[in-house]
């Protein structure tokens, strides 16, 4: 089976701008979460999509927002971005269930100047 | 929310050095989950432990769940420089929401 897929890989963008990510899942998988791992705040969870529905949401801003489409790809969006945005995006795709084992892509590097 | 606390956020160990990483809940977890990411890599599984006091093996590396599912550690015995990278452990609450350690860097030195 193929792996996770995000695209892009690396972004460049300046403050004010708008981002879009896109996570492909493994065939199969019906949950996709995403993350933010940045050095001084670790992995942390933004939100869970699962069958086109938010399943669970992190601490984040309303800037960051998501979606997931009928095939489990899912998208990300963070608007208005600012400096403290940069970070590696992880998006993670499991089958869905409780005690569900989660495979991680790998990654969109955003810069934010 | 809940919290994870993993010690050390760093260990520095000589090749052949046995290596253990410490995962610490304020809640009682119904599993953990013990990720692997590589410099430059991504979080890659490693194991899931659900049973009070469970330990499992792979290879050089042994899983434990305290028996109050309150805590869990991670030993590798005799590192090596493959094994470098930060470990993570995650806990999961019951609505498939993953919160994870802060990580602990391993670094072997040859």
């Known amino acids: 089976k193929a792996g996770v897929t995000q695209t892009p890989r690396y972004l460049i963008k300046t403050r004010g701008q708008q981002v879009t990510l896109s996570c492909s899942p493994i065939?199969?998988?019906?949950?996709v979460s995403w993350y933010q791992q940045t050095p001084g705040q670790g992995l942390q969870f933004l939100f869970e999509?699962?069958?086109?529905?938010?399943?669970n949401k992190g601490n984040f801003p309303g800037r960051f927002s998501g979606r997931q489409f009928s095939n489990s790809r899912s998208e990300m969006n963070v608007s208005t971005l600012e400096l403290g945005d940069s970070a590696l995006y992880l998006c993670?795709?499991?089958?869905?269930?409780?005690?569900?084992?989660?495979?991680f892509g790998p990654g969109t590097r955003l810069t934010v100047l | 929310g809940q919290q994870v606390m993993q010690i050390p956020q760093y260990q520095h160990v000589q090749e052949g050095e046995d290596f253990t990483t410490y995962c610490n809940s304020s809640t009682t977890l119904s599993n953990i989950q013990w990720y692997k990411q590589r410099p430059g890599g991504h979080p890659v599984f490693l194991i899931q432990?659900?049973?009070?006091?469970e330990v499992k093996k792979q290879k050089r590396l042994t899983f434990q769940f305290g028996e109050a599912k309150k805590n869990s550690s991670l030993h590798i015995t005799a590192t090596q420089t493959t094994d470098v990278g930060t470990y993570f452990c995650a806990e999961q609450n019951t609505g498939n929401q993953f919160y994870f350690g802060t990580g602990t860097s391993l670094t072997v030195i040859p």
């Open positions: 065939s199969g998988h019906r949950s």
């Open positions: 432990l659900v049973k009070s006091g």
């Open positions: 993670a795709s499991s089958v869905g269930t409780v005690t569900d084992t989660q495979y």
């Open positions: 999509y699962f069958s086109e529905t938010q399943r």
